[in-house]
Each structure stands twice: as structure tokens, then as C-alpha cells.
């Protein structure tokens, strides 16, 4: 009780009672409006909490308002992109449900609108608390806390990206009332009359976060038991939003348009992509009370829910608190595929810093000293800053031998020596481990991967404790964690870490995204194949197929530059990783090998200007970076281009013509808050040279008028190019030259 108080005092109290919103600021839509580009220009405005003449709260940051009704109970009425004066919402729902020892129960909202195509503000007049909800009892607004310790930050960030965000926390808590409980006896008829008094000792709290400059809420919920014995929160929703639907169709669709709104959680696991979010987290669901919509079926999804597939489940005893996932909603301006994207990656940038992060890379082949010395020695002396013990290198954090653990902090030490950070590769997913360890799934179910241990098994258990050692132990600065945690369900009840399938998922995921939060903590780096961004991991696929790179070497090429393409419209190229076999890899033979490294310089060099000229990282797997002097000076080019220029090649990418084998490819690099703005890579995939007038879209760069442009850095001559103003679509004219089978490259200030 003492805890809950402390709590509340840290943050500016203000009674829901009488009215008193004193001390806050009058809502004038129009003044508080803010007329920027959030994407090329800093914010003006800053996170606040105003009141409306009418008494109603406006969460706001000059970009984006959601708004709240007090009495008779809280909930949203109004969500606004204000730049565009666009409502997105439809219809009022309650702020959240919650399933408390299996009964449901609504956190707020109202009944009673007439219609659900649109909100009136006349309607709320007559609207009503429903009498079984949670009821509004008090707010707060304080300043954001970080979600997880991050303070060990490595060398090479791009930039001081702020954590926690800068921004507010609107928090609302609700409780039952006496009206609830009396109509909750009246319809179960229980014999105790006192039976559902312990409800009204359960507080209820709704959390909004809001970022200055974004146009980005967070949203999640907690659940305090005050009371004397344990509570089971069976499942909830925290977010219930029925929004504009974007598109008006009668027939029965396949494939809806979704509203213009990005969702993440940080509860996701089974892909590379967002997407995976769907089959955990979030659904874009159809509005049952939505009965006046175009689609004859009534089957336009149109109403966000985010909820948990399975469970949680959990028990939560008296004095303690359940807490929600977290989701965000990104509201978007436009339709542009560009400027969805690149709100998408600055949203992902900002929520997971980390993803910033962007070493450059070796896997090494062996885990025996001299192996990695060797490997450790050449990326020192060419400029890489991370060597990976690869898989089938014979790295084994489950080996806890002193024998083991003494090789690998001997290692970390000598690479620490030489400024490298240092550490392996570990299988956890798609293997069979047995003795009742694994999952075992519903009946018609399989595993993600094929087979998988059960992470709440007693297996499970112990390989999270033996990471947690190893890491204590070596020192080692890097996790390459394959097969993560997919969201495999698991009906075993001989497991100790969950009771059965519908806690199986939730326990699952705290176990794995538990380490990956301590792991940020610590500063480790991981490399995780699963979209793990908002839980601390810092890179996954950038989106390839293994078996491309047995491909010829210039097959290899030209898919490479392809895949950063495709891969770059929701990634950052810092988030996703590339890979570059120096050894033959699963087949190819002589065609597709690069080694003997000196004999193949121009594949090589190729490679590199492909991933460096791009700021994406590739996993270089061999036993060497260089076998001659001629190849080390080739690599050292390569680094050397891209530590100069880091900032703006970390920073997006502008998609300018896709790679296709029969002409030019080019992507513009953006850093409208750096002193680069722009860097122009372009490719000749052909026998002979182009030369070719481009319009090169210029409005992310942030530049105005006319820009500084300078081709490579051989000294020529700086050439002012004056922009053609037009909007998102301002844009430069540039004749560019490009050898035969060759690159160059434009710096934009």
C-alpha cells in the first residue's frame, strides 16, 4: 500500500472529483497546432496535458491529440492528426477489458452512441457509464521512464539518440464502485452476498505515453491487487479503438486497406517483420456494433484490439501488480509508401536506440585461440569493430567447463586489448533436446521450426541460467541468438515454468525477452533473427535466402543490392544484417566462392561497395578478412569510406530506382540533422558506362533552395544545385557518370 502511494506522489496529482483541472492548459486546437515535418525538422511543440471549456482532457503534442471524456466515465472521444485536421476515430469503446477469476469486466468507456460511422460531440450529452465498468476515480501526468535499463553505449553509435523518449505519461485509474458489485451479486446469485467485495480493492490503471515531435502514443494497462488474497488475470485488452476505416467496400474482400496507422508491441516473436505482431498481439478486427457500414457482411476491420492470443493467465498475489504488454500507434499523414516507411523507421530508431548500433562485422570460422586471434588481429588492423564466433564454429555457451569459460574470457580479454568487441553464436529454437523437454503442442499443431525445447521447461530453464553465467563469466560482448523464441504454445503441465497451455506463451516470452532486457543492461549486442527491436536486440535479417549466396558471384551482386532495396522500406540499414561467404557456403563450388580472397578483387570490392555504400553490415564468415596486401588495402578502403561518411549512411534510405541487372540502381542516404544531408550510391551493373540526367528526390534530406553537391572526394569541384521546390516531391536535377561494372557516389551538404 506504502509502494502504490510513493507511486503516485512522483507524478502531479489531479482529482477527477469536482472537476479540479486547475494548473493545466486551456486546449485552443488551433494555437496549439504545430506546422513542421517531423521527419526533416525538430520539434516545436512539446508533450501536454490541456482542458477543453467543456471539461474534457486533450493529451497533445501540437502533431497529434487524443481526447478524453471525464464523467460519466473516462474514455477516448477524439484522436486527431491536427497538420491534416483528420479525425481517426469513429466511435466510443471502453479504454480496456479486463478477465478477472473468469468474470469481464470493462476499464471506462461509454454506451449508447446512436450510430458508429461517426462521433458527435451532442451525442456524449446522453451517453452512459456502463454500470458494470470500471469507473474513473483519479489521473496523473508525469515524465517518461525508461521501459529497461540502457546505459552502456557502444562506440559506435551514429548518434546520442535520447533514452527514455522525451515526452509525458498520462496514467487513469479506475476502480469499481458499489453499483458494480451490487449487480454483479444480482446476477450470479452467489450464496456469500459478500463475495464480489474484493473486486472493489483491485485498481485498474491505464497508461498513455506521448512523444515530443512524433505523432506516436504508447498504451498499456496495469492491474493492482489490493487485496488480501491472489487474483487471476485470465486475459485483457488493452486497447480498444474503433477507427475510420479507409476504404468503403460492399463485396467481401480478401485484402483490406487498414487504417493509416502503424502498430508495434513490444509482444512479438515468429518473424523478421512486424507482422509476425498479428499472431501475438494486435488484430485489426471486425466492429460487431458497427451495423450502418458499407460491406454487406460486416466484415470491414476497422477496430483495433490488442490482446494476448493465449492467456496470460497468471496469478498475481495480493500487493503485487500486473502489467500489459506495451503497444504504440504510429498515425500517419500520407499514403506515400516512402513517407510511411520512413516514419515507420524513425518511430523503431526512437523506441529502440540500440537498433542504431551498427559494428562492423566479422564471422570467424573457428573458436580456438589462434583461430580468433588471427581474426581479431586483421579487423583491428583494417578497421572492423566485432568479430562473431560463427555458427559451426565450435562455440558453445552451454559448456560451462572451467576449461571453456577460462579460453573465452582469455579471448575477451585479448580482444578487448585491441578494441574489438567479442562473442558467438547460440542455437536455441528448431532443436530437439528431449527427456520431456520440449514443446508439446495441441493436437494438429507442430512447432514453428519443425521442434523446439519449451523455454518454461526444466531444459529451458537451465540454458537461460547457463547464458546468464557464461556472459557474467567471459566478459564477451555479443549474443548471435539463432532460432529465437517463436511463440510456440506448450500444453505440458510437467513443465515448472508454466501450468499448462494458457500461461505457456506469456512465461515463454518473459523468459527470453527478460535476458534480452538484461543484456541491453550489460551492453551486449545482439544479433537476433526475430523481430526482438522493442525487448533490446539490436539487428535481424535485413531479408535474404541462405541458399542465394551458393549462387554465381555475380548473381550474388546483383541480389545483394536487391535485398537492401526490398529490405530498407521498414528498416533502417543499421537493423538488418547482410552476409558474405569468404568460404564456399552450403554448396556453389569454385563459381560462387570468393577465396582465394586476392583472386577475386573486383567480386570482392564489388561486395563491399554494395554493403558499405548501402550502411548495411554484412557477416563476413571465413577464418581471414585478407590474404594479401593488395586485399587488405581493398577492405581498409572500404571501412575507411564508410567510418567517414557513418552518419549519413547510418541514416535512412530514400528508395531512387530499384536494382534490375539492365540499367542504373541508386539509393539516396538522408540526415536532415547532420552536416552530410544526403549521400547519392549509385551501381552500373553493365559492360559499359553510363552517363544519364536523374531527378534525385531531395525533400528528406532537409535541405532548401539549393544544394552543396561534391562527387566522391577526389578534390573536384563542389557543384550548387538549386532545388526544384514542389512539396514532398522537391527534387534535384544531376547528370551522374558511372563506369562499367562499377559505383560511384554524391555527397549532398
Given at each position: 500500500?506504502?509502494?502504490?502511494?510513493?507511486?503516485?506522489?512522483?507524478?502531479?496529482?489531479?482529482?477527477?472529483?469536482?472537476?479540479?483541472?486547475?494548473?493545466?492548459?486551456?486546449?485552443n486546437?488551433?494555437?496549439?497546432?504545430?506546422?513542421?515535418?517531423?521527419?526533416?525538422?525538430?520539434?516545436?511543440?512539446?508533450?501536454?496535458?490541456?482542458?477543453?471549456?467543456?471539461?474534457?482532457?486533450?493529451?497533445s503534442?501540437?502533431?497529434?491529440?487524443?481526447?478524453?471524456?471525464?464523467t460519466?466515465?473516462?474514455?477516448?472521444?477524439?484522436?486527431?492528426?491536427?497538420n491534416?485536421?483528420?479525425?481517426?476515430?469513429?466511435?466510443?469503446?471502453?479504454?480496456?477489458?479486463?478477465?478477472?477469476?473468469?468474470?469481464?469486466?470493462?476499464?471506462?468507456g461509454?454506451?449508447?452512441?446512436?450510430?458508429?460511422?461517426?462521433?458527435?460531440?451532442?451525442?456524449?450529452?446522453?451517453?452512459?457509464?456502463?454500470?458494470?465498468?470500471?469507473?474513473?476515480?483519479?489521473?496523473?501526468?508525469?515524465?517518461?521512464?525508461a521501459?529497461?535499463?540502457?546505459?552502456?553505449?557502444?562506440?559506435?553509435?551514429?548518434?546520442?539518440?535520447?533514452?527514455?523518449l522525451?515526452?509525458?505519461?498520462?496514467?487513469?485509474?479506475?476502480?469499481?464502485d458499489?453499483?458494480?458489485?451490487?449487480?454483479?451479486t444480482?446476477?450470479?446469485?452467489?450464496?456469500?452476498?459478500?463475495?464480489?467485495?474484493?473486486?472493489?480493492?483491485?485498481?485498474?490503471?491505464?497508461?498513455?505515453?506521448?512523444?515530443?515531435?512524433?505523432?506516436?502514443?504508447?498504451?498499456?494497462?496495469?492491474?493492482?491487487?489490493?487485496?488480501?488474497?491472489?487474483?487471476?488475470?485470465?486475459?485483457?485488452?488493452?486497447?480498444?479503438?474503433?477507427?475510420?476505416?479507409?476504404?468503403?467496400?460492399?463485396?467481401?474482400?480478401?485484402?483490406w486497406?487498414?487504417?493509416?496507422?502503424?502498430?508495434?508491441?513490444d509482444?512479438?516473436?515468429?518473424?523478421?517483420?512486424?507482422?509476425?505482431?498479428?499472431?501475438?498481439?494486435?488484430?485489426?478486427?471486425?466492429?460487431?456494433?458497427?451495423?450502418?457500414?458499407?460491406?454487406?457482411?460486416?466484415?470491414?476491420?476497422?477496430?483495433?484490439?490488442?490482446?494476448?492470443?493465449?492467456?496470460?493467465?497468471?496469478?498475481?498475489?495480493?500487493?503485487?501488480?500486473?502489467?500489459?504488454?506495451?503497444?504504440?500507434?504510429?498515425?500517419?499523414?500520407?499514403?506515400?509508401?516512402?513517407?510511411?516507411?520512413?516514419?515507420?523507421?524513425?518511430?523503431?530508431?526512437?523506441?529502440?536506440?540500440w537498433?542504431t548500433?551498427?559494428?562492423?562485422?566479422?564471422?570467424?570460422?573457428?573458436?580456438?585461440?589462434?583461430?580468433?586471434?588471427?581474426?581479431?588481429?586483421?579487423?583491428?588492423?583494417?578497421?572492423?569493430?566485432?568479430?562473431?564466433?560463427?555458427?559451426?564454429?565450435?562455440?558453445?555457451?552451454?559448456?560451462?567447463?572451467?576449461?571453456?569459460?577460462?579460453?573465452?574470457?582469455?579471448?575477451?580479454?585479448?580482444?578487448?586489448?585491441?578494441?574489438?568487441?567479442?562473442g558467438?553464436?547460440?542455437?536455441?529454437?528448431?532443436?530437439?533436446?528431449?527427456?520431456?523437454?520440449?514443446?508439446?503442442?495441441?493436437?494438429?499443431?507442430?512447432?514453428?521450426?519443425?521442434?523446439?525445447?519449451?523455454?518454461?521447461?526444466n531444459?529451458?530453464i537451465?540454458?537461460?541460467?547457463?547464458?546468464?553465467?557464461?556472459?557474467?563469466?567471459?566478459?564477451?560482448?555479443?549474443?548471435?541468438?539463432?532460432?529465437?523464441?517463436p511463440?510456440?504454445?506448450?500444453?505440458?503441465?510437467?513443465?515448472?515454468?508454466?501450468?499448462?497451455?494458457?500461461?505457456?506463451?506469456?512465461?515463454?516470452?518473459k523468459?527470453?525477452?527478460?535476458?534480452?532486457k538484461?543484456?541491453?543492461?550489460?551492453?551486449i549486442?545482439?544479433?537476433?533473427?526475430?523481430?526482438?527491436?522493442?525487448?533490446?536486440?539490436?539487428?535481424?535479417?535485413?531479408?535474404?535466402?541462405?541458399?542465394?549466396?551458393?549462387?554465381?558471384?555475380?548473381?550474388?551482386?546483383?541480389?545483394?543490392?536487391?535485398?537492401?532495396?526490398?529490405?530498407?522500406?521498414?528498416?533502417?540499414?543499421?537493423?538488418?544484417?547482410?552476409?558474405?561467404?569468404?568460404?564456399?557456403?552450403?554448396?556453389?563450388?569454385?563459381?560462387a566462392?570468393i577465396?582465394?580472397?586476392?583472386?577475386?578483387?573486383?567480386?570482392?570490392?564489388?561486395?563491399?561497395?554494395?554493403?558499405?555504400?548501402?550502411?548495411?553490415?554484412?557477416?563476413?564468415?571465413?577464418?581471414?578478412?585478407?590474404?594479401?596486401?593488395?586485399?587488405?588495402?581493398?577492405?581498409?578502403?572500404?571501412v575507411?569510406?564508410?567510418?567517414?561518411?557513418?552518419?549519413?549512411?547510418?541514416?535512412?534510405?530514400?528508395?531512387?530506382?530499384?536494382?534490375?541487372?539492365?540499367?542504373?540502381?541508386?539509393?539516396l542516404?538522408?540526415?536532415?540533422?547532420?552536416?552530410?544531408?544526403?549521400?547519392?550510391?549509385?551501381?552500373?551493373?553493365?559492360?559499359?558506362?553510363?552517363?544519364?540526367?536523374?531527378?534525385?528526390?531531395?525533400?528528406?534530406?532537409?535541405?532548401?533552395?539549393?544544394?552543396?553537391?561534391?562527387?566522391?572526394?577526389?578534390?573536384?569541384?563542389?557543384?550548387?544545385?538549386?532545388?526544384?521546390?514542389?512539396?514532398l516531391?522537391?527534387?534535384?536535377?544531376?547528370?551522374?557518370?558511372?563506369?562499367?561494372?562499377?559505383?560511384?557516389?554524391?555527397?549532398?551538404?
Open positions: 500500500m506504502k509502494l502504490i502511494f510513493i507511486v503516485l506522489a512522483a507524478f502531479c496529482y489531479l482529482s477527477v472529483v469536482g472537476q479540479h483541472t486547475s494548473g493545466l492548459l486551456h486546449w486546437k488551433e494555437q496549439s497546432r504545430t506546422e513542421i515535418d517531423w521527419l526533416t525538422e525538430k520539434a516545436k511543440a512539446k508533450t501536454n496535458l490541456y482542458k477543453t471549456d467543456d471539461g474534457k482532457l486533450v493529451f503534442n501540437g502533431l497529434v491529440s487524443r481526447t478524453f471524456s471525464l460519466p466515465n473516462g474514455a477516448t472521444i477524439g484522436l486527431d492528426l491536427l491534416n485536421n483528420e479525425s481517426f476515430l469513429r466511435s466510443v469503446r471502453p479504454e480496456a477489458e479486463i478477465e478477472i477469476n473468469r468474470i469481464r469486466f470493462a476499464i471506462g461509454l454506451t449508447g452512441q446512436p450510430i458508429h460511422n461517426y462521433l458527435l460531440p451532442q451525442w456524449l450529452l446522453t451517453m452512459k457509464a456502463d454500470p458494470l465498468a470500471f469507473k474513473l476515480v483519479d489521473f496523473k501526468i508525469g515524465e517518461i521512464k521501459r529497461f535499463p540502457w546505459e552502456k553505449r557502444a562506440e559506435w553509435m551514429p548518434r546520442n539518440l535520447p533514452w527514455p522525451p515526452g509525458k505519461e498520462l496514467v487513469f485509474r479506475y476502480r469499481l458499489d453499483s458494480a458489485i451490487r449487480l454483479l444480482e446476477k450470479f446469485k452467489p450464496q456469500d452476498k459478500a463475495r464480489f467485495e474484493y473486486l472493489k480493492a483491485i485498481t485498474a490503471e491505464v497508461h498513455y505515453e506521448l512523444y515530443d515531435g512524433m505523432p506516436l502514443f504508447s498504451k498499456w494497462i496495469k492491474v493492482i491487487n489490493e487485496t488480501s488474497g491472489e487474483i487471476k488475470i485470465n486475459t485483457f485488452k488493452s486497447e480498444i479503438l474503433a477507427v475510420t476505416e479507409p476504404e468503403s467496400a460492399v463485396d467481401s474482400k480478401k485484402n486497406e487498414l487504417p493509416n496507422i502503424t502498430v508495434e508491441s509482444y512479438n516473436f515468429g518473424g523478421m517483420s512486424n507482422e509476425a505482431l498479428f499472431h501475438s498481439s494486435i488484430g485489426w478486427n471486425i466492429d460487431t456494433l458497427y451495423k450502418t457500414q458499407v460491406s454487406y457482411e460486416r466484415t470491414t476491420p476497422c477496430l483495433l484490439e490488442a490482446y494476448p492470443k493465449y492467456g496470460p493467465d497468471q496469478t498475481v498475489k495480493a500487493g503485487d501488480a500486473f502489467e500489459s504488454f506495451r503497444i504504440w500507434e504510429l498515425i500517419h499523414d500520407s499514403w506515400d509508401r516512402e513517407r510511411k516507411g520512413l516514419e515507420h523507421r524513425r518511430m523503431l530508431q526512437a523506441l529502440a536506440p537498433a548500433e551498427n559494428p562492423i562485422l566479422m564471422h570467424v570460422s573457428g573458436s580456438q585461440y589462434e583461430p580468433v586471434k588471427k581474426a581479431i588481429d586483421q579487423c583491428a588492423e583494417v578497421g572492423f569493430e566485432m568479430v562473431i564466433m560463427t555458427f559451426g564454429s565450435g562455440f558453445n555457451v552451454e559448456d560451462e567447463t572451467s576449461g571453456n569459460l577460462e579460453q573465452m574470457r582469455k579471448l575477451a580479454d585479448y580482444a578487448h586489448s585491441k578494441g574489438i568487441a567479442l558467438g553464436y547460440s542455437l536455441l529454437a528448431s532443436r530437439k533436446v528431449g527427456g520431456g523437454n520440449d514443446v508439446v503442442m495441441p493436437k494438429g499443431m507442430s512447432p514453428t521450426f519443425g521442434n523446439s525445447p519449451c523455454l518454461e521447461s531444459w529451458g537451465n540454458y537461460f541460467r547457463q547464458l546468464y553465467n557464461f556472459y557474467e563469466k567471459t566478459g564477451l560482448d555479443i549474443l548471435e541468438h539463432d532460432g529465437s523464441y511463440g510456440d504454445i506448450c500444453i505440458s503441465k510437467d513443465h515448472p515454468g508454466h501450468t499448462g497451455l494458457e500461461d505457456s506463451q506469456w512465461n515463454q516470452y523468459r527470453i525477452t527478460d535476458f534480452y538484461w543484456c541491453r543492461g550489460k551492453g549486442y545482439l544479433n537476433v533473427p526475430d523481430y526482438y527491436f522493442l525487448s533490446g536486440s539490436n539487428k535481424t535479417g535485413m531479408g535474404y535466402r541462405e541458399t542465394n549466396w551458393s549462387l554465381p558471384r555475380a548473381q550474388q551482386e546483383i541480389i545483394e543490392r536487391q535485398n537492401i532495396y526490398d529490405g530498407t522500406w521498414d528498416k533502417a540499414p543499421s537493423m538488418g544484417w547482410m552476409f558474405v561467404p569468404l568460404v564456399e557456403y552450403q554448396g556453389g563450388g569454385e563459381a566462392t577465396e582465394p580472397l586476392k583472386e577475386h578483387l573486383p567480386h570482392y570490392g564489388q561486395r563491399l561497395a554494395n554493403l558499405f555504400g548501402a550502411g548495411v553490415q554484412a557477416c563476413y564468415r571465413g577464418p581471414q578478412l585478407y590474404d594479401s596486401p593488395e586485399t587488405e588495402a581493398l577492405v581498409k578502403k572500404w575507411t569510406f564508410y567510418k567517414k561518411h557513418r552518419a549519413v549512411l547510418d541514416g535512412d534510405i530514400i528508395h531512387v530506382r530499384r536494382p534490375d541487372g539492365r540499367d542504373y540502381d541508386a539509393i542516404h538522408v540526415n536532415p540533422f547532420g552536416e552530410e544531408k544526403g549521400l547519392l550510391m549509385i551501381y552500373n551493373p553493365l559492360d559499359e558506362a553510363i552517363t544519364s540526367h536523374l531527378e534525385i528526390p531531395v525533400h528528406y534530406t532537409g535541405l532548401k533552395n539549393k544544394i552543396n553537391v561534391q562527387e566522391q572526394e577526389d578534390g573536384s569541384e563542389v557543384s550548387i544545385v538549386p532545388v526544384v521546390s514542389d512539396g516531391a522537391d527534387k534535384i536535377s544531376l547528370t551522374i557518370k558511372i563506369p562499367a561494372h562499377g559505383y560511384n557516389y554524391y555527397i549532398f551538404k
